[in-house]
Nanobody, 128 residues
Framework: EVQLVESGGGLVQPGGSLRLSCAAS????????IGWIRQAPGKEREGVSC????????YYADSVEGRFTISSDNAKNTVYLQMNNLKPEDTAVYYC?????????????????????WGQGTQVTVSS
C-alpha cells in the first residue's frame, strides 16, 4: 500500500522559511516522481515542484522558482521542499503526491491532477 506522510507545515512570517518533508513507503521509490501540490481556499490546485527519483531532475512552478528547492534522500525514501522567502500568497495546504514517472523535462512533468497517490496534506500559513 502506497503511503505518503507530510510534515513540517506551520505559521511563518513573510520572508521566513519552512521545510516540508514527505516520507514515502509501500512502493519502489526509484520508479516514481514525487511532487508537491498546493491548494488554497477557492483556488485551483497548483503543482509547485516535482522531482524524479530516477535521475534527480526537477520542476518548479514560476511562482516559486528561486525560492523553493526540492530534494530527495533516497536512503530514507523521503522528499523535502525547502521554502525560503515565503509570501502570503504561498498560504495553502501542501500535499505530497506520487506517480510512476521517469526523468523530467522542460515540458515533460506531471500536472497537478496526474498523480496517483496523495498524502493527507500539511497547512502552510504565511502571515504577520
Amino acid at each position: 500500500e502506497v503511503q505518503l506522510v507530510e510534515s513540517g507545515g506551520g505559521l511563518v512570517q513573510p520572508g521566513g522559511s519552512l521545510r516540508l518533508s514527505c516520507a514515502a513507503s509501500g512502493f519502489t521509490f526509484d520508479d516514481y516522481a514525487i511532487g508537491w501540490i498546493r491548494q488554497a481556499p477557492g483556488k485551483e490546485r497548483e503543482g509547485v515542484s516535482c522531482i524524479s527519483i530516477s535521475d534527480g531532475s526537477t520542476y518548479y512552478a514560476d511562482s516559486v522558482e528561486g525560492r523553493f528547492t526540492i530534494s530527495s534522500d533516497n536512503a530514507k525514501n523521503t522528499v523535502y521542499l525547502q521554502m525560503n522567502n515565503l509570501k502570503p500568497e504561498d498560504t495553502a495546504v501542501y500535499y505530497c503526491a506520487a506517480v510512476r514517472w521517469g526523468p523530467l523535462g522542460t515540458i515533460w512533468y506531471p500536472g497537478p491532477y496526474e498523480y496517483d497517490s496523495w498524502g493527507q496534506g500539511t497547512q502552510v500559513t504565511v502571515s504577520s
